[in-house]
């Protein structure tokens, strides 16, 4: 017997640390569970992603966070929030690290 909410949100799989040159693109995992189906979010260093590097990201349907052609100012710490009438849950942090520009 668990205390848990019946339903609150869970995450089943987190972010994982990454490296990657710029330029490159970054999926981000995110599965989660609970009913309602919970609402995925995400943040950069402690902030909501809206105002994170400059990256072109998305969030997937899945919750998954695909960034693509990542710069310097994408280098972070990242996590996913699920959220629903019942809860919330935090995964644990990601670190993106995005090293220089390649060389041609």
């Known amino acids: 017997m668990t205390d848990s909410v019946a339903g609150k949100p869970v995450i089943l ?5 990454v490296t990657v040159l710029s330029g490159s693109s970054v999926l981000f995992r995110c599965a989660v569970g609970g009913d309602p189906e919970p609402a995925v979010s995400w943040q950069k260093n402690g902030r909501s992603l809206h105002y994170a590097g400059h990256a072109n990201y998305r969030v997937l349907e899945s919750g998954d966070l695909k960034l693509d052609n990542v710069g310097l100012a994408d280098d ?6 699920a959220r629903n009438v019942k809860g919330m849950d935090y995964s644990p942090q990601a670190r993106l690290r995005v ?6």
């Open 99 to 104: 090293e220089g520009e390649k060389k041609n």
């Open 76 to 81: 972070g710490l990242y996590h996913c929030i």
């Open 13 to 17: 799989e987190g972010p994982r640390n």
